[in-house]
């Protein structure tokens, strides 16, 4: 784990936090640079609470943490974005006896990606059952 403080951080601060990840038997290497203070983190560190680390007025950043939740967020995006498109497949489908709405359902037939999603659609196969 990589934490990396504030460029004007209170060593105080900075030795309390070592010794606080020295009782959790974190090993602690220290780098100083010019701009920033990164400390890499090595042992269990599934133990640490990484939002108090986080909320720590000497901590600037948490890398690993800025990349799972940008992962994270990427995953409920997309799928947040595929039950809308199965939702509106499921008014197209409604639709299909009017112009509009065999012209759509024509249109998601003639495209490869969008004939797969429509006709994997969990929630079509769903409210078929019902």
């Known amino acids: 784990m990589i934490v990396i403080l504030k460029h004007d951080h209170n060593p105080d601060q900075l030795e309390s936090l070592i010794s606080w990840l020295q009782e959790k038997d974190i090993t ?7 701009a920033n203070t ?3 983190l090595v042992g269990d560190t599934s133990k640490l609470d990484i ?19 940008r992962l994270a967020g990427g995953a ?22 009017t112009v509009i709405g065999k012209d759509m359902y024509d249109t998601v037939q003639g495209n490869g990606m969008l004939k797969m999603l429509y ?9 078929a059952k019902i």
């Not at 602690?28 to 010019?34: P, R, Y």
């Not at 680390?53 to 690993?64: G, H, K, M, Q, R």
């Not at 409920?76 to 006896?97: D, E, N, P, Q, R």
């Not at 994997?120 to 196969?125: D, G």
């Open 28 to 34: 602690i290497h220290t780098s100083i640079g010019e």
């Open 38 to 40: 990164v400390l890499g």
């Open 51 to 69: 939002d108090l680390i986080a909320a720590l007025d000497i901590v600037e950043d948490l890398p690993v943490l800025g990349i799972l939740n």
């Open 76 to 97: 409920v995006g997309f799928a947040c974005a595929l039950i809308i498109v199965w939702v509106l497949f499921i008014v197209v489908t409604l639709l299909y006896t």
């Open 119 to 127: 006709d994997c659609n969990p929630i079509m196969k769903m409210a």
